[in-house]
């Protein structure tokens, strides 16, 4: 599940504002519109939720370049049905499109090369693997807009406790702090779960946590750059047992719980840990009985170091626009102003230096975790298939929910390789 799509489904419970809306005055078909200001006007497709992302920064540019943007707000299915329905038939009422990573794949063809924009200064301020999957089919086709990543979350209080700083150490020989290996993950999760309280979660209704330590275990996600499926190569079968075998110190019900839940339990105090998107730091209610005693951390790493799954979201121009240099203008000026984004109800941004200008003020200790995580070499985003959320939502989900359940872990992972090579066909 992307990044975005997370956010609107969890939308409320940190506070954040993904009010659905269809902005009337960006309803129009795509080409310039004359502007008080002799400039020209271009619409942008937006999913529920990043228009206030990108409004500043739409504000900016209307100063530095005169172009003055629309924005058609639509929910996340709403919004792949409305590209979908427009890039089938040649005709497109946008200019410039907000993109889920998981579709570049599927639009690559209505969607024009901005390789320019891509020179060697901006691709050195941009995560490697966002570089790596902006790239499609030996073309820029889509510039990031914002990015994110799992981190860890930590009861600060619990972990700084005297009490409990002295029990740990007598239990496992060494002292609590925020975990930096799996084991202590473990250890620290174990010691934790008790008195009503969990060391930590298990998200059974989503994804992207066990790809992590498909990752951290070296392999590729589920099919490798030849596109054969290996999900069920020891790497990936090492990862699913781990990620199995928090269950005993999660809440039960793991096979049902998804981000939402797993959000609502860490804010309520329920667990001591969560594994969860960087954003969710800063999104914590101020009526939380967490509020103010948390910490962070960069993901953890395994065999093949740490690395995580990103969920960034890209500016892309269709082919079809008549307002292409208007809509060019636009997105390398989202580019060059990428850190206004971080002032938003969301907070987050896709340019390491946008990040890392903000990292160490107070309420962004979130981001240098998010940095390192996203740094990594071991980092990589979903592969490059238009079946991917498919293979998602009717393969790896319910294989998942089968394992945290006590399924057997090898024979889920042939079940799954079977099933993905018939989509893949």
Known sequence: MSSRKTISKIAGIGGICTAVALVATGCGAGG???????????????????????????????????????????????????????????????????????????????????????????????????????????????????????????????????????????KYGYDLAAPKTWQQYQDISAFFTKDGMYGTDVKGGVETEYLSHVLQAGSPMVVDSNNNVVIDNPAHKQALDFYTSLVKDAPAGAAQVDWAAAQNLFNQGKTAMTRFWAHAYRQIPKDSPVYGKVGTAPMIGGSAGVAGVPGPWYLSVPKATKNADAAKKFVKCAFDHNDLAIQSSLGLAARVSALQKYQDQPGYESFKPLIETLNASATATRPATAKWQQIVDTVLVPMLQKAVAGGDSATLLADAKTKIQALLK
Not at 76 to 89: H, I, M, P, V, W
Request: hydrophobic share 40%; proline share 5%; aromatic share 10%.
């Open 32 to 170: 310039p519109a004359a502007t008080e200001g002799g400039g020209s006007s271009i619409n942008v497709l937006v999913e529920a939720g990043g228009h206030a992302e990108l409004q500043p920064i739409a504000d900016q540019c209307a100063k530095d370049t005169g172009v003055n943007v629309n924005f058609v707000e639509l929910p996340y299915d709403g919004l792949f049905n409305r590209l979908s329905s427009e890039f089938s038939s040649g005709t497109v009422s946008f200019d410039v499109a907000a993109l889920d990573s998981v579709w570049l794949p599927s639009f690559k063809d209505a969607l024009q090369p901005i390789d320019e924009l891509f020179t060697d200064e901006a691709k050195k301020d941009i995560f490697p693997s966002l570089v790596k999957e902006a790239n499609v089919d030996g073309h820029f086709i889509g510039m990031p807009a914002w990015t994110n990543a799992e981190i860890v979350l930590y009861r600060k209080d619990l972990f700084e406790d005297a009490k409990n700083k002295a029990d740990f150490k007598a």
